[in-house]
């Protein structure tokens, strides 16, 4: 799982005049049928050019010395083979003695960069989809801080305040002011929990919030909310904290956050498919949407999970369309590629545009897009 601080330190990291690499691979699964070459072999090919580069007796004999270690470091971690499926990014400067591995959820292409900083773009690009959720559980006295991201689950925090619990040998006045000095000490703890929980959130850069416990417990802490964490409730639930597992956390916590995702995607096709109706500034459909990638007008891309298609796209200029062998921008001729959908979502995260998976049932064609101004018309396609 990669954490906000992990993630944090590869985007401030400068090379200070040494090079970065940066390295996306795909692991496949084992045995997988599409495997193009094992991780090992891929790995070894990318790195073909900081080989090339190391060599090279033109570059500053520092910055060869630490290519040297990030190969050695990138060889190393790669034939280790304990990477999980999916798609790892690593970013080395062994100069600096710095070295990541990033496991993300959600498979990139191939690529390799080296650069004075991290590449840290698709990265960025593929994390910004998965929401930190931050997970409250609490109960009179005590409370439970966890953290909900990219499916996993972990804690982050446990407080306690004094509590006074079922006094047996009270009764009469002295249970009823027992039971009020109760009340007191369990509003001043749920305040407490509110208000760390505040800086918790800005500090660990959460995007939601869930809360559960006994009702009444969810809906006193609730109040105590500071308001920007109150609008960012996605939802509450029932639990006893004392007896809650990690498990129980995390299946309640994943409830909301797929209610929350569903909502907010059906939202995202919504506002798309209204902007189009009303000839607002917003694309449907995938011709339509490479066209409007092409000019680099994309906003916000909505694409359905799983949408691939054949297609092409001219390196020189960005077009990209279903087919044409020829460029309609610059005339020069394209590149096929076996998935132009994946060209379109590299393109609009380059634009520092957004992109959202739609899981969710919805009507999208395929592809949607909130543009950031009125299409030009299409180019002709020349014959
Ligand atoms: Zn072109």
């Known amino acids: 799982m990669t954490t906000h601080e992990q993630t944090d330190r590869i985007i401030r990291f400068d090379g200070g005049g040494l090079p970065v690499v940066s390295l996306y691979v795909k692991v496949e699964p084992d045995g997988s049928p599409h495997t193009d070459g094992d991780v090992q072999t891929r790995?070894?090919?990318l790195l073909d050019p900081v080989r090339a580069r190391e060599k090279d007796r033109s570059v500053e004999a520092g910055a060869r010395r630490s290519l040297r270690g990030d190969l050695d470091r990138i060889t190393r971690a790669a034939a280790d083979s304990r990477w999980k499926p999916g798609m790892m990014a690593l970013f080395s400067c062994a100069g600096h003695d710095f070295f990541e591995e990033v496991s993300l959820p959600r498979p990139v292409r191939d690529r390799l960069v080296v650069d004075g900083t991290p590449w840290v773009r698709p990265m960025l690009a593929v994390l910004q989809e998965y929401r930190r959720m931050c997970v409250l559980i609490a109960d009179d006295a005590a409370?439970?801080?966890?953290?909900?991201?990219?499916?996993?689950?972990?804690?982050?925090?446990q407080l306690r305040d004094p509590a006074l619990r079922k006094p047996d040998y009270a009764y009469g006045m002295v249970e009823h002011r027992i039971h009020n000095?109760?009340?007191?000490?369990?509003?001043?703890?749920h305040r407490r929990v509110a208000a760390t929980l505040g800086d918790l959130f800005r500090a660990e850069g959460f995007d939601l919030l869930a809360v559960g416990g006994q009702s009444h417990q969810v809906s006193t802490v609730t109040g105590f909310l500071p308001r920007e964490l109150r609008d960012r409730l996605a939802g509450t639930f029932t639990v006893d904290a004392a007896t809650a597992t990690p498990a129980d956390v995390r299946q309640?916590?994943?409830?909301?956050?797929?209610?929350?995702e569903q909502q907010e995607q059906q939202a995202l096709v919504a506002e798309i498919t209204e902007a189009v109706a009303e000839r607002r500034w917003a694309a449907l459909g995938l011709e339509t949407c490479l066209w409007a990638g092409s000019v680099s007008a994309i906003d916000k891309l909505a694409v359905t999970d799983g949408v691939e298609a054949p297609g092409v796209v001219c390196d020189r200029d960005g077009w990209m369309a279903l087919t044409g062998d020829t460029c309609a921008v610059c005339g020069g001729a394209t590149r096929a590629t076996a998935d132009v959908v994946d060209e379109l979502i590299e393109a609009v995260t380059n634009d520092s545009g957004t992109v959202r998976h739609i899981r969710a049932e919805t009507d999208l064609p395929g592809l949607g897009a909130r543009l950031r101004f009125p299409l030009p018309p299409k180019p002709a396609v020349p014959v």
Not at 145 to 155: A, C, F, S, V, Y
Not at 181 to 189: D, F, I, M
């Open 43 to 45: 790995v070894n090919s």
């Open 143 to 157: 409370a439970q801080i966890w953290e909900l991201h990219q499916r996993e689950i972990r804690e982050v925090r």
């Open 252 to 260: 309640a916590a994943e409830t909301i956050m797929d209610a929350y």
């Open 181 to 189: 000095k109760g009340e007191e000490l369990a509003k001043r703890h």
